[in-house]
């Protein structure tokens, strides 16, 4: 059975970090797309960050750029999501995404181009 698992989310004061793992298990994440939503109370899914089956494209939502930083690991078959100066405003269920895709280099930003999704993970920033 196809299986996305993230972990490492928790209550975080203002200013500090959090590093969110996705885990992928019965199937490989060769070929696949991965990505970051996240969800806030009473607010639509939105896109966090992406990143190509190779590692080396990867994009951002404009009000986390600078402070979180995606990356994979394909041997682990699994995904990170580093969140450093994190804002009230970032508390949110967290969630991954996994898509196939024919080219190393292809990002995928919207919820819509997804097939895989784990459960979510809380994080909430507050003091």
């Known amino acids: 059975q196809k299986h996305l698992a993230e972990s490492g989310g928790g209550l975080v004061q203002p200013g500090g970090s959090l590093r969110l793992s996705c885990a992928a298990s019965g199937f490989s994440l060769v070929n696949s797309a991965m990505g970051w939503f996240r969800q806030a109370p009473g607010k639509e899914r939105e896109f966090v960050a992406a990143i190509s089956w190779s590692g080396r494209s990867t994009s951002y939502a404009d009000s986390v750029t600078g402070r979180f930083t995606i990356s994979r690991d394909n041997a682990l078959n699994t995904m990170y999501l580093q969140m450093n100066s994190l804002k009230p405003e970032d508390t949110a269920v967290y969630y991954c995404?996994?898509?196939?895709?024919?080219?190393?280099?292809?990002?995928?930003?919207?919820?819509?181009?997804?097939?895989?999704w784990g459960q979510g993970t809380q994080v909430t920033v507050s003091s």
């Open positions: 995404a996994a898509a196939r895709v024919s080219f190393a280099s292809m990002v995928l930003k919207s919820y819509s181009h997804y097939d895989y």
